[in-house]
């Protein structure tokens, strides 16, 4: 049974005014293409090009290396100028193929050829997804043929489209379903295929009106779909919120959301899963944003995959607003994204967005920080129910069995509402984040 809420969360302002009403522009990149072989969860994709090679828009260039693994093609044409480590946007190293490109975006053969999707079989529908190097495009890059493809098949009772998009200043993908509804809701059936007695469900905030009216007129012709629009609180776009309120299952400890009998993706996800599967057209390109108060002209773009972030802030967003300084760019948006050191990065499969600020609000917090009040409101918006308060002391006492075995901390999904509601001005997102790193640096070793 579904419910119109999850447990906790926060009301920030969602700043969507930027760049909410702005349509998608198409663009394409003027500069060298970068391919990061670690676009995904799982092991890197291995290449399959070479130094002076010649490729071709949607060629494969590195293939899936291991079962959690994804292929990765090129998004433009061109020749392969090195193989060799380049930065990213998390501000580590990734071994990455670095394509010239020649700005003709020839395509390979066959890209655009139609299928009907209903002649194949499960198992066509999934080589199809893995052989386009499709991954989760919300943020998680899980690959999606694997997602697609759990061991209890027959019991997922939900598919959902998540189009909630709750990140405060990112519009991409309200923009994405305002656009292409008919290829979302198309995408959907392709995945229900899979699982014979799911239903697909598209959950979208109630702040995007114009999204629900599209999606809604989508579904109208099609059987087990429809549209829930769910009340504005982030963040709804978690998986686990989004089965909290879609299927009225609370995910315990160490459950998967096919457990609670669910598959979640994102709306950018099912899209790409209809251009494969019907338009034999790999993962090439995403919707993103360009938004933030210090950025000339926000924006939705449809971009490809491995462009320059310098080139979509300073190129299709117009560059910094005259009389701005941009004092923080963030990859994503203000509530889990990445501040970045600098723009000379690629976007990788599970970015959507930049937000270019004119303040830093956690430089601006750093002197009002104070020692932890106890006032719990930490604990009372944490989706998970977890305890911010009592892990903050695990984690700077470095107690981590603690941390981990009794305050179950590395259930913590970073969303940053204990960080946002806290009146003391704690960075305790950062800190968990970092604490997490560390217990799993030494778990590898």
Same mark, same amino acid.
């Given at each position: 049974?579904?419910r119109?809420t999850f447990?906790g969360g926060?009301h920030p302002?969602?700043q969507?005014?930027?760049?909410?009403?702005v349509p /998608?522009? $198409? /663009?394409l990149?003027?500069?060298?293409?970068?391919?990061p072989?670690?676009?995904?969860?799982?092991?890197p994709?291995k290449? $399959?090009v070479q130094?002076?090679?010649?490729?071709?828009?949607?060629?494969?260039?590195?293939?899936a290396?291991?079962?959690?693994?994804?292929?990765? *093609?090129?998004?433009?044409?061109g020749t $392969?100028?090195?193989i060799k480590?380049r930065? &990213?946007?998390m501000g580590?190293?990734?071994?990455?193929?670095?394509?010239?490109n020649?700005g003709?975006?020839?395509?390979v053969?066959g890209?655009g050829?139609?299928?009907?999707?209903?002649?194949?079989?499960g198992?066509e529908?999934l080589?199809?997804?893995?052989a386009?190097?499709i991954?989760?495009?919300?943020?998680?890059?899980f690959?999606?043929h694997?997602?697609?493809?759990?061991k209890?098949?027959?019991?997922?009772?939900?598919?959902?489209?998540n189009g909630?998009?709750?990140?405060?200043?990112?519009?991409?993908?309200?923009?994405l379903?305002?656009t292409?509804?008919?290829e979302? *809701?198309?995408?959907?059936?392709i995945?229900?295929?899979?699982?014979?007695?799911?239903?697909?469900?598209?959950?979208?905030?109630?702040?995007?009106p114009?999204?629900?009216e599209?999606?809604?007129?989508?579904?109208?012709?099609?059987?087990?779909?429809?549209v829930?629009?769910?009340?504005v609180k982030?963040?709804q776009?978690?998986?686990?919120?989004?089965?909290s309120?879609?299927a009225?299952?609370?995910l315990k400890?160490?459950?998967?959301?096919?457990?609670?009998?669910c598959?979640?993706?994102?709306?950018?996800?099912?899209?790409? *899963?209809y251009?494969a *599967?019907?338009e034999s057209?790999?993962?090439?390109e995403?919707g993103f944003?360009?938004?933030?108060?210090?950025?000339?002209?926000?924006?939705?773009?449809?971009?490809?995959?491995g462009?320059?972030?310098?080139?979509?802030?300073e190129?299709?967003?117009g560059?910094?607003?005259?009389?701005?300084?941009?004092?923080?760019v963030?990859c994503?948006?203000?509530?889990?994204?990445?501040?970045?050191?600098?723009?000379d990065?690629?976007?990788n499969?599970?970015?959507?967005?930049? &937000?270019?600020?004119?303040?830093?609000?956690?430089?601006?917090?750093?002197?009002e920080? &104070?020692?932890?009040?106890?006032?719990?409101?930490c604990?009372?918006?944490?989706p998970?129910?977890l305890?911010?308060?009592?892990?903050?002391?695990?984690?700077?006492r470095?107690n981590?069995?603690?941390?981990?075995k009794?305050?179950y901390?590395?259930?913590?999904?970073?969303c940053?509402s204990? &960080?946002y509601?806290?009146?003391?001005?704690?960075?305790?997102?950062?800190?968990?984040?970092?604490t997490?790193a560390e217990?799993?640096?030494?778990k590898?070793?």
């Amino acid at each position: 049974m579904s419910r119109k809420t999850f447990w906790g969360g926060v009301h920030p302002n969602d700043q969507k005014e930027f760049s909410r009403d702005v349509p /998608y522009q $198409v /663009y394409l990149p003027k500069g060298e293409m970068v391919f990061p072989l670690n676009q995904h969860i799982g092991k890197p994709a291995k290449p $399959v090009v070479q130094k002076g090679d010649a490729v071709l828009a949607g060629q494969l260039i590195a293939e899936a290396d291991g079962f959690v693994s994804a292929n990765i *093609v090129s998004s433009c044409s061109g020749t $392969v100028k090195d193989i060799k480590p380049r930065r &990213t946007v998390m501000g580590t190293m990734a071994l990455s193929i670095i394509i010239d490109n020649d700005g003709q975006f020839t395509p390979v053969q066959g890209i655009g050829a139609k299928t009907d999707y209903t002649t194949l079989s499960g198992q066509e529908i999934l080589a199809r997804i893995k052989a386009a190097g499709i991954v989760g495009l919300g943020g998680a890059g899980f690959p999606t043929h694997v997602k697609l493809a759990p061991k209890n098949a027959s019991e997922i009772k939900y598919v959902i489209a998540n189009g909630a998009e709750c990140e405060p200043y990112i519009t991409c993908d309200d923009q994405l379903m305002r656009t292409y509804a008919e290829e979302i *809701v198309t995408g959907l059936k392709i995945m229900l295929t899979l699982f014979p007695k799911a239903e697909g469900v598209i959950l979208i905030e109630q702040n995007k009106p114009e999204a629900i009216e599209a999606m809604q007129k989508a579904c109208s012709a099609k059987a087990n779909v429809r549209v829930l629009a769910v009340p504005v609180k982030y963040p709804q776009g978690g998986e686990r919120s989004i089965i909290s309120v879609v299927a009225g299952r609370e995910l315990k400890l160490g459950m998967l959301p096919a457990d609670a009998g669910c598959v979640v993706d994102n709306v950018s996800t099912v899209r790409a *899963v209809y251009r494969a *599967v019907c338009e034999s057209e790999p993962l090439m390109e995403k919707g993103f944003t360009v938004s933030g108060d210090a950025v000339a002209h926000p924006c939705n773009l449809m971009i490809r995959i491995g462009t320059s972030c310098r080139e979509l802030v300073e190129e299709a967003a117009g560059g910094i607003k005259e009389g701005m300084e941009a004092k923080k760019v963030l990859c994503g948006g203000p509530m889990m994204g990445i501040a970045m050191a600098g723009l000379d990065v690629p976007v990788n499969k599970s970015n959507n967005a930049l &937000t270019v600020l004119g303040e830093d609000e956690v430089e601006l917090a750093e002197p009002e920080m &104070t020692s932890c009040l106890r006032c719990g409101r930490c604990n009372q918006v944490c989706p998970l129910g977890l305890t911010p308060q009592m892990m903050a002391v695990a984690a700077e006492r470095k107690n981590y069995e603690r941390y981990e075995k009794k305050l179950y901390g590395l259930e913590c999904i970073a969303c940053g509402s204990c &960080t946002y509601i806290c009146p003391a001005k704690r960075p305790l997102m950062q800190l968990f984040k970092q604490t997490k790193a560390e217990i799993m640096a030494a778990k590898r070793k």
